[in-house]
């Protein structure tokens, strides 16, 4: 084992909040929106990011943390690089996790679905509400491609900042978009004392109502 003091003795005995089942709105959108205000007002690091699991064609799972950028009813979005690893996972195998976690109110929702890509229209408008330098940004990097330097990157950003100065709008390009994950079932986990955890998860019933119900911790 690679010697490392203390790591068995770090641990938190969560106390901060409790979860009933009477008090979870009907669908999972509206609690996981309701969950991200408290985030954002408790004033998490990122408080919408979250872990995408994806996984590729060899059967790898892989996490990274990307920024959930709209919640719906019964789906999230985020924005990505379409030549990505995780693009590439998708087009392979169009299911998706999606794990939040906010330390600072020791909660966790855990998310898994089905995912499709966002329209034309949806991308151009997100793209069109984004600051100019991550717009520039998008035009830049080849994501998840190797990089022979920094200094590669650099010049790069250079040459398409010089494209650009004398133009207001900065199109979008075809390889950068959105994918919406569709809900198919989402935990809500708060933690509690002792490691017993107050767990719920909605699913949806054959008659397309949302269910809910407790987990053991
Ligand atoms: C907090 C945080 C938020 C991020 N948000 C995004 C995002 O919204 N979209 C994105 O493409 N990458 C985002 N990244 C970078 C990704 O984690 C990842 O490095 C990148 O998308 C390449 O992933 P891939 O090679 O697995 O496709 C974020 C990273 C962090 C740490």
């Known amino acids: 084992m690679v010697s490392m003091k203390n790591i068995q003795n770090v641990r938190t005995d969560y106390v901060k909040g409790v979860l009933n089942l009477q008090d979870l709105q009907d669908s999972p959108g509206q609690q996981l929106s309701s969950w991200l205000q408290d985030a954002i007002k408790a004033e998490a690091l990122d408080a919408n990011a979250f872990c995408l699991s994806t996984i590729n064609s060899k059967g790898f799972p892989r996490g990274r943390n990307v920024l959930v950028k709209g919640v719906e009813e019964e789906a999230i979005l985020f924005y990505t690089n379409k030549r990505s690893s995780k ?33 034309d229209q949806e991308n151009d408008s997100y793209f069109a509400s984004r600051p100019r330098e991550s717009q520039l940004g998008a035009w830049v990097s080849k994501q998840s491609q190797p990089l022979s330097s920094r200094e590669e990157l650099d010049a790069t950003l250079k040459a398409v900042r010089e494209k650009y100065k004398d133009l207001d ?49």
Do not use: M
Request: aromatic letters at 16%.
């Open 87 to 119: 693009s590439a996972d998708l087009s392979f195998n169009p299911k998706a996790g999606a794990t939040f976690f906010w330390p600072e109110l020791e909660r966790q929702v855990c998310i898994y679905g089905n995912v499709t890509e966002l329209s």
């Open 169 to 217: 709008v900065i199109d979008r390009p075809n390889h950068w978009g959105g994918f919406r994950i569709a809900f198919v079932s989402v935990e809500f986990w708060q933690g509690r004392a002792s490691r017993l955890h107050d767990r719920i998860v909605y699913r949806k019933s054959k008659s397309g109502q949302w269910e809910k119900w407790l987990l053991q911790p």
